[in-house]
């Protein structure tokens, strides 16, 4: 059985500079720890309601971690681009 592959994942502008302001290792493993749920399944944050232009965003939290992530995956599915990092 083959299993699905990931989605790749890409930052915007904002969320790039977000990700370079992670100083603690604890900071960056809570966030890559968040960021591997979402390629194996971009589909498991809730759609941000009210946002009917371009692509649906969505939110992925994890209070565990406390991380944050909106995004949006793109047509294909096989694109995830993160737009805001809270960490």
Do not use: C, W
């Not at 790749?8 to 603690?24: C, G, P, R, Y």
């Not at 960021?35 to 971009?42: A, F, G, M, Y």
């Not at 309601?49 to 294909?76: M, S």
Request: a negative charge.
């Amino acid at each position: 059985m083959v299993g699905r592959r990931r989605a790749q994942i890409t930052f915007s502008d904002s969320a790039a500079k977000q990700l370079e302001n992670l100083t603690t290792e604890h900071q960056i493993h809570a966030l890559d720890r968040a960021l591997v749920v979402i390629s194996v399944d971009p589909e498991i944050g809730a759609p941000i309601p009210d946002d009917a232009a371009g692509p649906q965003l969505r939110q992925y939290t994890d209070e565990v971690e406390q991380v944050r992530v909106l995004y949006f995956v793109t047509a294909l599915r096989t694109v995830v681009v993160v737009a805001y990092i809270e960490v």
